[in-house]
């Protein structure tokens, strides 16, 4: 006889970054959702994206299995929230007075050329910017302007702008608190430098196998999991080895 007394177990919550982390494989992915279905009861499934939520409905729409729908989306290098399809107005209201406009002409001005504007919000500014020096550059002009941000690198040239206090590790753990899961139950996923953030909020870390050098260069050995699988395998994979998913028959 069950006890109705008894302390529920803890969900477990996997938060991962969709491109070439969950996509990159159609077939490793509609594997990872059919496992992810049928742990329903204990696992709960988000994603956290770079790109705003206006670029990443059409990779759900049309890339993702139709068993595979995110309880929760993080967009926007964590400035956006929303949950069960509902953005979170009272997140993003907090970074309302960020100055977008100003960083934008400020880095236009240096000659940096924009990312397309699908990839630009009031809360985070996009472009590429090449090389060490022109970065660096970048960042000194930013500071001496009097603007408060971060600055999240990845890649050979993407140079995004969000404001202090954003990030996709604050958005981790927003979510995190609001499923009700501890450091012990949540796991991230990601492949790529500005995934980096997002690792520094949980225990549990999945680099798939096609990870960029960049990320697993800047993870302390043994910090994280480094799947041997790539993409959505890789996932499911690093959900078996933390205990999140059951394991092969």
């Known amino acids: ?22 996509t990159g494989d159609p077939e490793a992915l509609i594997d990872l959702a059919n496992a992810i279905e049928h742990a329903s009861d204990r696992l709960i499934f988000a994603v956290n994206s770079s790109r705003p939520a206006v670029s990443v409905a059409p990779t759900l729409a049309n890339e993702f299995p139709a068993n595979l729908v995110p309880a929760a989306q993080i967009t926007a290098l964590g400035t956006e929230i929303s949950i069960d399809g509902n953005k979170l107005a009272t997140w993003r209201s907090q970074f309302s007075n960020w100055p977008h406009r100003k960083v934008f002409e400020l880095l236009t001005g240096l000659g940096h050329v924009p990312h397309d504007p699908v990839y630009q919000t009031a809360q985070k500014v996009s472009f590429a910017i090449r090389g060490e020096r022109s970065q660096i550059a970048a960042r000194r002009a930013l500071s001496d302007a ?33 499923f009700g899961t501890d450091l012990s139950h949540l ?30 260069d800047a993870l ?30």
Request: hydrophobic fraction near 45%; include cysteine.
């Open 187 to 216: 796991v991230v996923a990601g492949d790529s430098g500005n995934d980096l953030d997002m690792f520094q909020a949980a225990r549990h870390r999945i680099a798939v196998g096609n990870a960029r050098k960049e990320l697993i």
């Open 220 to 249: 302390e050995p043994g910090s994280f999991y480094h799947a041997r699988n790539a993409h959505a395998a890789g996932v499911r994979e690093g959900l078996v080895h933390f205990g999140a998913l059951p394991g092969p028959d």
């Open 146 to 178: 009097g603007i408060e941000c971060r600055i999240i690198v990845s890649g050979d040239d993407d140079f995004d702008v969000i404001p202090t206090g954003a990030g996709k590790a604050a958005a981790t753990r927003f979510l995190a608190a609001h």
């Open 1 to 22: 006889m069950s006890n109705p007394t008894a302390p529920q177990a803890l969900p477990w919550l996997l938060i991962s970054d969709i491109d070439e982390t969950l």
